[in-house]
Nanobody, 126 residues
């Protein structure tokens, strides 16, 4: 059964750093684009980083320069390093993956995702 599982998260003070990871299993991890999403209290779930199958990474402006994503296909793992964290970064972080034909549509972009991890909570205090 295909699944994604996040690891890491927790609490940190503003200005601090934290790393989280996401391990995929049960599917061909390397061929599918991945993404990090963040859901903040009272708001929806927004994509903050896209990590394409070919390694191309796109960062939304709100995290650009502070967050770094990467993927290790040999380990079926997606990583997120978060630096200079701010209280507004508080939220639940989800990894997500393309599924089915989306995995083969465009290796340089991340289309619609259909597989989600359970999420991990990151809390940044001021």
């Amino acid at each position: 059964q295909a699944q994604l599982m996040e690891y890491g998260g927790g609490s940190v003070q503003a200005g601090g750093s934290m790393s989280i990871s996401c391990v995929g299993s049960g599917y061909n991890f390397a061929t599918c684009g991945m993404a990090w999403y963040r859901q903040t209290p009272g708001k929806g779930r927004d994509r903050i980083i896209s990590v394409a199958a070919d390694g191309y990474i796109f960062y939304e402006n709100i995290v650009k320069g502070r967050f770094t994503a990467s993927r290790d296909n040999a380990k079926s793992t997606l990583y997120l390093q978060m630096n200079n964290l701010k209280p507004e970064d508080t939220g639940t972080y989800f990894c997500a993956a393309e599924v089915g034909d989306s995995c083969y549509a465009n290796s340089h972009a991340v289309g619609r995702v259909g597989r989600w991890g359970r999420g991990t909570l990151v809390s940044v205090s001021s």
